[in-house]
């Protein structure tokens, strides 16, 4: 199996970028450790602390975010950091010529009973000939030069792109990332949804119209049945659809009309997006493409409809 060191010196990145996605790669492995430890290591439960959106922060939200901070600042890989724990970015000074954005443990709802969960990461240029801050970071996804994440599931898996398809590595136990999959793809066609049916009365028509149409089946204008998966962590609910097709969707909702969505665009929906497009397939807000969108703000919040071409084409018309 080709080693994540092998795929990336053949990649014909810059070894900068390279050297980037290699500290990633440790630091996550790294926080796989605690992870898999759980309780043993007392990395359970609440921190007793809010991030910057107000949510309570677990135990490992914080450690997770502290280990990738140190891991990325020490080894001067990228010369400004943003996280969705932290207020504002953080400039490494003499770091290499990237912004990271990060959401360092994606799915913490999960994190106490044992459900897969993961990291999320997004490398955007920085600009030239100044000191980097939170404006910068203000790039439309497509700017990408690299996105991906780490789930922390049966295995320990690392999903990235460098904008040339979507490969996965899994980490064995010396430590090492071997290739996996050499090429991602998702069909374009679906018989797999993830949606939260809980908020359904709170849907607009359009996510009605569609969901109801795949929950009538056979007997419906879809003509076919469908499955629902639900997991509750993006990162395991698109892993999947990375690994074997369908539909990720979390919508705006009528209980705050005013606000665009929940997912954050900088630190989940743009290198989801970016991973999902590199498979052959699509994302939207359910109403443009998700990379690009013009982000205003450093946590700014979206709807995401993403997976399979045919059926986030048709959902997207719904909402003309």
Known sequence: MKSLEEFLSGSGAPADLQQLVLVLAKTCGEIGAKVRLGALAGVLGEAGSDNVQGEHQKKLDVIANDLLVDGLSSARVAVALGSEEMDHAIV????????????????????????????????????????????????????????????????????????????????????????????????????????????????????????????????????????????????????????????????????????PGKLRLLYEANPMSFLVEQAGGASTNGHERILSLQPTKLHERVAVFLGAKEEIDLVTGYHG
């Open 92 to 259: 490494v000074p003499g770091g290499a010529p990237y912004l990271v954005a990060f959401d360092p443990l994606d799915g913490s709802s999960n994190i106490d009973v044992n459900v897969s969960i993961g990291t999320i990461f997004s490398v955007l240029p920085a600009p030239k000939g100044k000191t980097p801050g939170d404006e910068d970071f203000l790039q439309p996804g497509e700017r990408q030069v690299a996105a991906g994440y780490v789930v922390y599931g049966p295995s320990t898996e690392l999903v990235f792109s460098l904008g040339s398809g979507v490969q996965a590595f899994t980490l064995d136990h010396a430590g090492r990332w071997l290739m996996t999959v050499e090429r991602m793809n998702i069909p374009a066609a679906a018989k797999e949804y993830a949606i939260n049916a809980s908020n359904s009365r709170h849907w607009q028509p359009p996510v009605q119209r569609y969901v109801g149409e795949l929950l009538a089946g056979k007997t419906g204008p879809r003509a076919k049945d469908f499955n629902m998966r639900w997991v509750g962590s993006m990162v395991a609910d698109v892993h999947r659809i990375l690994c074997r097709g369908g539909v990720f969707m979390y919508p705006a909702d009528l209980r705050e009309p005013d606000k």
